[in-house]
């Protein structure tokens, strides 16, 4: 059964600071890796994807893939208080069609 | 405006009742997917149709049925034969173009009485 795993938190960051989210996958086949963020009774909007080894970054967001060692990570900069949400992390699965979602990480950014 | 949108936002279903929640998308999407998500959990997928008039079952298929006659909508109908439909039904699509992107509609609410 392949897996995506993630702590669920929360993870607590005073405003202003660095947010790190991490996600550990179990397909070593995998080639798409994406985030989304999802605020609490609404669905999931992407924030950024990644297909290659190492950063991509996009405003605040900076997502980070290791495919050896099968982790990708999100850093959200300079934190505010609207970021306060779950973050899913989402890896293609056994076809390209098809996406497995980890439980997601919730942040909470600390006025 | 394009986007993906879901009916009824919220739905209240009595046991034994089967009830359909609308998905419909002008993105001209190829490819639709239904997931549920429950409290505290990911997304979990019930169904996918890559193309019209051919769809897939996902990790969750029992107590569900869907239909896609149009490459614009993908409704999904829960039945009664599923035990614990109370949760949040999301549909998303996809272009089969642009690599995996999904993007999802607004949700609906399924709770049964």
């Known amino acids: 059964q392949k897996e995506v795993e993630q702590n669920s938190g929360p993870l607590s960051v005073p405003e202003g600071a660095i947010a790190s989210l991490n996600c550990t996958y179990s397909?070593?086949?995998?080639?798409?890796f994406f985030w989304y963020r999802q605020y609490s009774g609404k669905s999931p909007e992407l924030i950024m994807f990644?297909?290659?080894?190492g950063d991509k970054e996009d405003g605040r967001f900076t997502a980070q893939l290791n495919k050896a060692s099968q982790y990708v990570s999100l850093l959200i900069r300079d934190s505010q208080p609207s970021d306060s949400a779950t973050y899913l992390c989402?890896?293609?699965?056994?076809?390209?069609?098809?996406?497995?979602f980890g439980s997601g990480t919730r942040l909470l950014v600390r006025p | 405006d394009g986007g993906i949108t879901q009916s009824p936002k919220y739905l209240f279903r009595k046991e034994g009742q089967n009830v359909t929640l609308s998905c419909e998308q002008n993105?001209?999407?190829?490819?639709m997917y239904w997931y549920r998500q429950d409290p505290g959990q990911g997304l979990r997928l019930i169904y996918y149709?890559?193309?019209?008039?051919?769809?897939q079952k996902g990790d969750i298929a029992e107590g569900y049925s869907v239909s896609r006659e149009k490459k614009e909508s993908f409704p999904l109908t829960v039945t009664s034969a599923q035990k614990n439909p109370t949760a949040f039904y999301l549909c998303?699509?996809?272009?089969?173009?642009?690599?995996?992107?999904?993007?999802f509609g607004p949700g609906t609410r399924l709770t049964v009485l």
């Open positions: 998303a699509s996809r272009t089969g173009q642009t690599a995996d992107t999904q993007y």
């Open positions: 397909d070593r086949g995998s080639q798409s």
């Open positions: 990644i297909y290659s080894n």
């Open positions: 989402a890896v293609n699965g056994d076809s390209s069609y098809k996406l497995i």
């Open positions: 993105l001209n999407h190829d490819a």
């Open positions: 149709s890559q193309i019209v008039n051919d769809f």
